[in-house]
């Protein structure tokens, strides 16, 4: 009986074992898979991204330091070029928006109107949370 009760501690201890490693490398492989996603969805500063280019191409085309500092330079520049036409933009067509929220304001009734602002905030929140403008 000793011997029976020996080799069901024995496949008991072996299940429970199986479970806890089962358990503990399923919590450890979605970690891990998590942190991999999150780090990937993190979106990189642009002197990081612009660092990355400069080193793709002083790869690709076997850029000297000098050449790599002057790529640098160049983008640099493009980016601060584009960051303020994009911000001009951004501006106007806040200008664009308000304008056309405006004009429905004034087709509403005032009964409509708080509904319409309530929609306007829900709006604003949705595109805040989505990193939309």
């Known amino acids: 009986m000793s011997e029976l009760s020996a080799t069901w501690k024995a496949a008991l201890w072996v299940g429970v074992v199986f479970l806890l490693g ?6 450890l492989g979605y970690s891990y898979a998590h942190h991999l996603v999150s780090a990937a969805n993190t979106p990189l ?8 280019r400069v080193e793709q191409l002083t790869q690709a085309l076997g850029l000297t330091s000098a050449q790599s500092q002057q790529v640098d330079a160049v983008l640099f520049q493009r980016h601060t070029e584009a960051k303020a036409i994009h911000d001009q933009a951004d501006a106007q067509l806040d200008q664009v928006h308000q304008r056309g929220r405006d004009q429905i304001r004034a087709i509403l009734t005032p009964e409509q109107r ?3 602002e309530e929609f ?3 709006l604003d929140q ?3 949370r989505s990193g939309s403008k």
């Not at 089962?22 to 919590?27: D, E, S």
């Open 22 to 27: 089962t358990a503990l490398g399923g919590t």
């Open 45 to 52: 500063s642009e002197p990081v991204r612009r660092a990355q």
């Open 114 to 116: 708080p509904k319409f």
């Open 120 to 122: 306007l905030k829900n």
């Open 126 to 128: 949705q595109k805040k």
